[in-house]
């Protein structure tokens, strides 16, 4: 078995043919890695760009590299075709640290090749995701690489962080480390239709409280302290990527204010609920709520 551990540096910049941002690939860094855990081969191409040739000051600090050196840097189309030649193992398994790279990858090949899928990738592993998963480090938050190497211990002093090449080979060492077959083999996927499908998925927010992604019992609350059902005081207001509503408990007068949010994802809609107590109103804001629903100010002693 072939494992590729790859790596780029982009520019961001507007072109005209999409009309819009596109990510353009200015460097590919590669590694290949034996059944034995050991690199065997590097592949790196600079890449000169056609679609700005003016690289952003975010790039230029990030990744150290100059306009000049990416003159004299090859087409993507060419660096694609040496890449392919260069992986040689058709079965080989592709991978990058997160799904960032391949989206961008793929966005090049769309731009240059006019392809919907990436020429030399016949299956894929997400090495983030798979390192996460190894480590325990859990789902909430995305491990960098720089927090991959310090947990296992990888030192990065004489890397050149942000360039392709030495960011492969690092990522290439955490994947030697955290290697297992099995789990492996459930972190691989074909890179089928539905792969690309998936990839290119944009999860999408409901903002209408009528969509039909809206499961109408997760409308609905309990009183956290009493557990009677709560009566809703006010509309569903979307804001805030949510919709909001506010709530009362008859029975116990706790007010709330819930918050439920509804992403719909490529496996279908994934709905999260909040339920948070209001603070209790000082006593003046009670006397001038009373007052505004009876229009004359409470009695005495209330
Ligand atoms: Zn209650």
Redesign the pocket.
Known sequence: MTYIVMDLEWNGAYTRKTKGFFNEIIEIGAVKINDRMEPVDTFHAVIRPVVSRKLSTLVQDLTGIEEQELEGGQQFTRAVSQLRKWIADPDAVVMTWSTTDLMVLLENCRYFLGREQIPFMKRYADLQAYCQERLDYGTAQQMGLSKACELLGIPEEGMDLHRALDDSILTGRVFARVFEPVTFSRAVRPADREFYDRLTFKTVIISDINDENVDREALSFR??????P?RRTSDWKFRSRAFCAEFL??????KYTARVQVKLKYDGPVTKRKLVVKAPESEKDKREEKRGENGAPAPAGV
Do not use: A
């Open positions: 009183c956290e302290g009493c557990g009677r709560l408990c008859r029975s116990c007068k706790t």
